[in-house]
């Protein structure tokens, strides 16, 4: 089996070459049900003979909510001329699957990439009928977090670059002794032994290995049968997972036992468990076909952490993606030091700032005496007053509209916050972490007073998420300022104000939000980039 290093450069060079054909080109459950009943509605019976590719854009994205306002599919990415976003990658991704595919359709999420090489004569085909996913060979823990596929020992060898092969059995998010009990877990190149030894870090030269999921391909009389479902259902009242609640249900070695597992489920609801017994009625006994990537690799950037990491890390992505430092941006030579870790996307960077390491700059303008720390998100933020920036600091500033008027919003945390974390009692709220202060001694110094007004939506969800903090203000560059005058205050236990300014959420941000507005403000940056190029 050729090297580590050398399969990292044979995917390099085939991502590469897909993204130049692209270049030439330039041109979860519930919403996958509401798709297929979108294009019956629009094509009628038309609809079952098309190839379809459906990417799920992303939900709330509170673990990167820099992606929230537009939907991680259109994540921007450090490279490109004019700049890609993901939604371009997928393409570029995919740009040799039809010709080789039955009409179906194809899913996938927006916040992966998966890059991969095979032989010269080996072609990724989707024609069998019932489901076919992607499977890469990945670490047990990465296995923690994804889908793994229990795979049939008896037509899977785990040798060459690519095999096809059938599940026996889906796992969602297992831990590691249930893949042990299952047979989910084998020894890179010779999938037919089973290690005893314990858990290894991530690397390609680990033995162990479990084969995770990624996009997966449904033929037309799948989507027929579920889109009857859907119809027969009515509105969905819960939430279902395309991943968890499908390819569960596949397979011989399925089980309904998975039904009332809810321990992965974001918001529980209380019909979850009838519509999974449906789903698995439905579907159990369906082929879960498998496309076996030996020489691919799956990356995650829907987290904060994930996306530093990828973006300005000596990463394998890095290298695989080619990605800059600094991609269609203006970055002048009389500006003080620019780490050649940090990464710089369609913004604008004024002589006299500086930007420290392992900190992404997407979409902005920053002023002459503007200092970034390190490991630290900017993005859509015009910064032209002076101001350190501590590390680790998270500002994504939006356009938003209210009684037709536009106005701004910064939201501003650490990268290492939880959004996602709730309380259900005003009392409890001490618990929540405001850059690493309980946010109550936060409200303190905002002079913001704790009351059932304090949270937007359910008042069984008080979280930074929900929490009414961020002032409303005439310009972008105002909101900017206001916000890290109350980061600064927090870090320095000094009072910092917000009488007399309407505060809204993060998630009533996202209700007003004015896409138009903030769009306009990209075009800005992009036209003065070309401009002075």
């Given at each position: 089996m050729p090297a580590a290093g050398e399969r990292s450069a044979a995917r390099r060079?085939?991502?590469g070459r897909r993204l130049a054909r692209f270049a030439a080109l330039r041109g979860n459950g519930g919403s996958t049900l509401h798709v297929l009943q979108c294009l019956e509605d629009l094509y009628g019976d038309k609809w079952t003979s098309f190839i379809v590719l459906l990417i799920h854009s992303g939900g709330y994205s509170q673990r990167l909510p820099s992606a929230s306002a537009l939907g991680k599919i259109f994540t921007a990415l450090p490279f490109g001329d004019p700049i890609y976003q993901m939604l371009e990658l997928k393409l570029a991704m995919y740009i040799d699957f039809p010709s080789h595919m039955k009409p179906g359709i194809l899913v996938t999420c927006s916040d992966d990439i998966e890059l991969y090489s095979t032989g010269v004569t080996e072609t990724v085909t989707f024609d069998k009928p019932g489901f076919t996913a992607l499977a890469h060979p990945s670490d047990l823990t990465v296995g923690t977090t994804h889908g793994v596929f229990v795979l049939d020992?008896?037509?899977?060898?785990?040798?060459?670059?690519?095999?096809?092969?059938?599940c026996h059995h889906f796992l969602h998010k297992p831990d590691i002794e249930t893949m042990r009990q299952c047979g989910a877990i084998c020894v890179r190149g010779n999938c037919s032994q089973l290690s005893s030894s314990g858990d290894h870090s991530d690397s390609e030269n680990d033995l162990e290995c479990v084969y995770t999921d990624s996009i997966f391909y449904m033929d037309h009389s799948i989507a027929k049968q579920l889109l009857t479902f859907y119809k027969q259902m009515g509105t969905l009242c819960c939430e279902i997972d395309a991943y968890g609640d499908f390819l569960q249900a596949l397979g011989p070695g399925a089980t309904q036992d998975y039904t009332e597992n809810t321990s992965n489920?974001?918001?529980?609801?209380?019909?979850?468990?009838?519509?999974r017994q449906k789903l698995y009625s439905l579907l159990k006994g369906t082929t879960l076909n498998v496309i076996v990537l030996n020489n691919s690799k799956f990356y995650h950037i829907g987290t904060t952490q994930e996306y530093l990491f990828h973006f300005t890390s000596d990463s394998k992505l890095k290298f695989e993606l080619n990605l800059l430092s600094v991609a269609f941006s203006i970055f002048s030579d009389k500006a003080e030091t620019l780490d050649q870790s940090a990464s710089i996307i369609q913004s604008i960077l004024e002589p006299g700032c500086f930007i420290g390491p392992g900190s992404v700059i997407e979409y902005s303008r920053i002023g002459p005496e503007v200092s970034v720390g390190k490991n630290s998100i900017i993005s859509g933020s015009y910064i032209n007053l002076k101001v350190d920036i501590p590390s680790n600091c998270f500002l994504s500033s939006l356009s938003i509209k209210i009684n037709d008027q536009v106005k701004y919003v910064s939201m501003v945390f650490s990268v290492e916050d939880n959004l996602k974390k709730s309380v259900k009692l005003l009392s409890d709220i001490h618990s929540l972490q405001f850059f690493g202060v309980s946010l109550l001694e936060c409200l303190d110094l905002w002079g913001v007073k704790v009351s059932d007004q304090l949270f937007s939506g359910e008042n069984t969800h008080l979280g930074l998420w929900t929490a009414r903090i961020f002032p409303v203000c005439s310009t972008l560059s105002e909101s900017v300022s206001m916000s890290l005058k109350m980061l600064n205050s927090v870090q320095h236990m000094s009072a910092f104000k917000l009488n007399g300014f309407k505060l809204l959420s993060v998630e009533e941000m996202l209700t007003y939000k004015d896409v138009e507005d903030?769009?306009?403000f990209r075009k800005q940056i992009y036209d003065e980039i070309c401009l002075q190029r």
């Open positions: 060079e085939a991502t020992p008896s037509s899977f060898s785990g040798k060459g670059g690519l095999e096809y092969t059938s489920v974001t918001k529980e609801e209380s019909q979850l468990v009838e519509v903030m769009l306009k």
